[in-house]
């Protein structure tokens, strides 16, 4: 179900492979089994009647080896219901290691790749409670946060962590021999929360009302209206951007930003009713560039190559 409903995460995120450093292979083979680890434990929490903290976080640790050769594999179904997975976790974890063999600059990277891990983790755990608890349990957890994030909400952080672009911007970028303690630095503070905050907002916005009606939780219900969901996402496209600036090949990354706004509001979802108008005027914003990404997005939707 991860593979056939969510392939085009793994697809979007490849985009990475393609960032100047990088070795094309390792990266796609990192980023399509990491991706498929998230995808596959967002089902895991999401299709069964379970609701225990302890087992999504069990579940989660997968995330943690996967990014580190120095850890053991761990029990990840040890309070899932469900045991036996014919080791099918276990081997996207260690795809994942084997991608991590001989990085130029990978323990830089690591740090900031450890961050995210354990943001995104949370999340999903806290996510996926009881819906009469897990909005306290965002909201403590989150709240921690907030003061090195002054320019965002609660929720608008919680949403950010939502996003692997991060992690794969920094696995990327670690394959530069040269690349410096500042230089992930700066692709910290332009991925987080500028362009992962875009990345999920863009991707609840289309999913509003499917979440509405399957009662899932959506970080753009907690906007007072459609107006201010538009100029949140908008003002957030226009920093992420503007932070592109700051990193080494700033044209990759900007083209990362403008590919998001395409990919996403290409979706039929995006220009259902009232969407049309709010759609129209974010892809406006990124200029030139992103209309033309639309119109091939759209025909590779057509093409069902997206």
Request: one cysteine or more; charged letters at 25%.
């Amino acid at each position: 179900m991860s593979i056939s409903a969510k392939s085009f995460h793994c697809i979007g995120g490849s985009v990475y492979a393609l960032h100047p450093d990088a070795d094309f292979i390792l990266t796609i083979q990192f980023i399509c089994a990491l991706q498929t680890i998230s995808d596959y434990l967002d089902n895991l929490c999401d299709k069964t009647q379970t609701i225990d903290e302890n087992a999504f976080r069990q579940l989660h640790l997968s995330l943690y080896d996967a990014i580190d050769t120095s850890s053991f594999l761990g029990d990840y179904y040890k309070y899932y219901p469900i045991k036996e997975d014919n080791k099918y976790l276990h081997y996207l974890v260690a795809q994942c290691r084997s991608s991590l063999l001989n990085l130029h600059s990978y323990e830089k990277a690591l740090p900031y790749i450890k961050k995210y891990v354990n943001w995104y983790s949370n999340l999903q755990t806290y996510k996926h409670l009881e819906p009469d608890i897990r909005e306290n349990y965002l909201k403590n957890w989150g709240e921690k946060y907030l003061k090195d994030y002054p320019k965002i909400s609660l929720w608008e952080f919680s949403a950010a962590t939502g996003s692997t672009l991060g992690i794969f911007a920094m696995y990327a970028a670690s394959h530069n021999p040269h690349f410096k303690d500042a230089d992930f630095l700066s692709l910290d503070r332009a991925y987080f929360p500028w362009i992962c905050g875009l990345h999920i907002l863009l991707d609840y916005y289309i999913d509003y009302m499917e979440d509405l009606e399957e009662k899932q939780l959506n970080f753009t219900f907690y906007y007072k209206d459609i107006k201010t969901c538009e100029d949140r996402i908008i003002f957030f496209a226009k920093k992420s951007l503007e932070m592109c600036d700051t990193l080494k090949y700033p044209l990759f990354h900007k083209t990362v930003v403008k590919g998001l706004l395409a990919m996403y509001l290409s979706d039929s979802k995006a220009f259902l009713k009232y969407n049309k108008k709010v759609s129209t005027n974010i892809i406006k914003q990124g200029g030139r560039n992103t209309v033309f990404y639309h119109r091939m997005c759209k025909i590779l939707r057509h093409l069902k190559l997206l």
